[in-house]
C-alpha cells in the first residue's frame, strides 16, 4: 500500500501535475472535466487496485479525497487477504 506521499506523487506523475500537495479539488483548483474523471476511477482501478464508491461528489473532491478512498479500501482489502 502506497503511504500518502508516494500516493500524490504517482497521481500527479498520471496526470502530470506540478507541485501537488493534496488538498487541490478537482473540478475547482484542477479543472478536470469529464474525461478526466473516468481517468481518476481508472487510475484508482487499475493502478490501486480499488473503486471509489458511485456516489461520490465531484463538486468537493480533492486529491486527499482520493487517498482517503484508496487508504480505506486498500487496507480492507488486505485485511481480507491476511490469513
Given at each position: ?33 469529464s ?16 473503486e ?32
Amino acid at each position: 500500500m502506497l503511504d500518502r506521499p508516494a500516493f500524490i506523487k504517482r497521481f500527479a506523475d498520471e496526470f502530470e501535475l506540478d507541485g501537488l500537495v493534496g488538498t487541490e479539488r478537482l473540478l475547482d483548483d484542477l479543472e478536470f472535466d469529464s474525461l478526466e474523471l473516468l481517468r481518476v476511477a481508472l487510475f484508482l482501478e487499475i493502478v490501486c487496485d480499488v473503486e471509489l464508491p458511485e456516489q461520490v461528489d465531484y463538486e468537493s473532491l480533492c486529491v486527499d479525497d482520493i487517498w482517503h478512498y484508496y487508504q480505506v479500501q486498500a487496507t480492507r482489502r488486505d485485511e481480507t487477504l491476511a490469513p
